[in-house]
């Protein structure tokens, strides 16, 4: 059965042109091309980067935290109650007001303690700075180290200035040690990258950032099985170009240095339009979509690169839509960039703030409206003569 559905799904006529098969990518005098079997050495290379990872955490990333002066929130711990600790685990971390005074009645607590209880709980969860900072440390340095090595890959190659080159010769292109090490670990990263999810600083963009792995790891792996590397270097590199100047700007960030990082985020924004917005879709994904078709007739395996490209892209116009409003923030004299992909801590002092001015707007309406207490009010505006 098995055996059935893998010659079922790798049929030559679903992935290559017509008159072109497997058979053309078999290794032969001298010339060595990319096989699917090569994928395996990605597994033990995403484990191994996990491995590096912890390491360069505790050994770089905190000393350098250090040195550019991150500094921990101090956080006050809620104390230990099994009924709210119940709710909060099993219901929900955002209890509604109704709520609130039934486990205000439930624990003999009142209901500001126990929204208080709530906030401080719902801190316990949020990662600390020193986490943010030493997760974007690590990609930080990965992604500047990737770009330029596709950088040094590609810039002695003719497909990097002219983009029709990518398709010279398809599918038989030789494959060449730089290919073969760039699509490696690149795809072991990405890989890692989703082992790590569930312990990673977690977003607004969550199911976002898992759609966009699982489309990257889809498209370098099947861009290597048909050998579309070349316009899979290409797209690597411009996806890399912008990266590590947004990792770099929150590591400023959480450490204070708003200048610095309102200066990269504006770096970050103008590389990320100008690759992801304008050379991917009009200079890349121009020239797998309209320039391929005038070489042979489409294929499914034509359709299907070229629709992971275009999830690739819908998500970069939502990133780009984020970015944009992050950008408008701080341009006209707002200090702060927040990335708004993250949860705040909530303050005590803050929400206590906004219950009182809730607590004295309610009270204004009650004083002058026609509501009391849940009860009608009784009209005392009797005239002297009555």
């Known amino acids: 059965m098995l055996a059935w559905l893998s010659d079922w799904f790798w049929q030559e006529r679903l992935w290559f042109p017509v008159g072109l098969g497997w058979a053309d990518l ?16 990605t597994i033990p290379l995403a484990l191994c980067f996990l491995i590096i990872r912890q390491v360069f955490e505790r050994t770089v990333a905190t000393p350098l935290a250090t040195l550019l002066g991150v500094r921990e929130k101090v956080r006050l711990r809620a104390e230990h109650n099994p009924t709210l600790e119940s709710y909060f685990c099993t219901n929900t971390k955002h209890p509604t007001q109704s709520s609130v005074e039934s486990l205000s009645k439930q624990t003999g607590c009142s209901v500001r303690q126990v929204q208080r209880w709530f906030r401080r709980r719902r801190n316990q969860d949020r990662p600390s700075l020193l986490k943010k900072f030493r997760e974007a440390s690590w990609r930080f340095t990965f992604y500047l180290l990737a770009f330029f090595a596709g950088l040094a890959a590609l810039i002695d190659k003719p497909w990097l200035y002219d983009l029709k080159e990518m398709w010279s010769g398809f599918p038989v292109l030789t494959l060449l040690p730089s290919q073969y090490w760039y699509y490696m670990i690149e795809l072991g990263f990405y890989i890692s990258l989703l082992f790590s999810v569930a312990s990673d600083v977690k977003r607004k963009d969550f199911k976002e950032q898992i759609v966009h792995h699982l489309a990257t790891i889809m498209l370098i792996s099947f861009s290597w099985c048909v050998n579309y590397i070349r316009a899979g270097t290409l797209i690597m590199l411009v996806h890399d170009a912008s990266d590590y100047l947004l990792e770099s700007a929150k590591m400023f960030n959480y450490a204070g240095w708003r200048k610095t990082c309102n200066y990269i985020f504006i770096l970050f924004a103008a590389v990320f339009i100008v690759t992801r917005l304008i050379i991917l879709p009009f200079w890349i994904l121009h020239c797998t979509w309209v320039y391929p078709v005038t070489i042979y007739p489409p294929f499914f395996g034509y359709y299907f690169f070229n629709g992971l490209l275009f999830v690739l892209q819908c998500l970069h116009i939502f990133w780009a839509v984020l970015i944009l409003r992050m950008a408008i923030k701080f341009l006209p004299g707002n200090e702060i960039v927040e990335d708004e992909r993250s949860d705040r801590d909530e303050t005590d002092d ?24 849940g009860h009608t009010a009784l009209n005392n505006n009797h005239r002297k003569t009555e």
């Open 26 to 41: 078999q290794d032969r005098d001298g010339r060595v091309y990319a096989k699917a079997s090569d994928l395996w050495v």
């Open 350 to 373: 803050s929400e206590e703030e906004g219950d009182k001015k809730e607590w004295e707007g309610q009270e204004t309406k009650t004083k002058n409206g026609p509501v009391r207490n």
